[in-house]
């Protein structure tokens, strides 16, 4: 059974930083997409940011463009998410998913229906 374990959330003040990371127990890790969802108390979960397989490609929710930046190293099995100019409305709780279809050609998905596997879940908290 593939675990994902996230680590690095935390209680930040507005316009600081956190970096996420997710640790795979995934063999072949470095063949799927992996995505960082957010679900605040009250509203659906979204997809903040994802990244291809290969590292190549990456997608942005609009609401973080600029701001987080997601990146993988599949020699680790880790994807991160670094997160800067950090704002309220990005409270939430992160979690890390892989892609249900390996070596997916296109873009990543953006529903959560495309991915299967699922952390535990990290807290952020950004206080005004």
């Known amino acids: 059974q593939v675990q994902l374990v996230e680590s690095g959330g935390g209680l930040v003040q507005a316009g600081g930083s956190l970096r996420l990371s997710c640790a795979a127990s995934?063999?072949?890790?470095?063949?799927?997409?992996m995505g960082w969802f957010r679900q605040a108390p009250g509203k659906e979960r979204e997809l903040v940011a994802a990244?291809?397989?290969?590292?190549?490609?990456?997608y942005y929710a609009d609401s973080v463009k600029g701001r987080f930046i997601i990146s993988r190293d599949n020699t680790k099995n880790t994807v991160s998410l670094q997160m800067n100019n950090l704002k309220p409305e990005d409270t939430a709780v992160y979690y890390c998913?892989?892609?249900?279809?390996?070596?997916?050609?296109?873009?990543?998905?953006?529903?959560?229906?495309?991915?299967?596997?699922w952390g535990q879940g990290t807290q952020v908290t950004v206080s005004s």
């Open positions: 998913a892989t892609d249900t279809e390996g070596l997916r050609s296109g873009p990543p998905p953006l529903s959560p229906a495309y991915y299967d596997q």
């Open positions: 995934l063999r072949t890790f470095s063949l799927y997409n």
């Open positions: 990244i291809i397989w290969s590292g190549g490609n990456t």
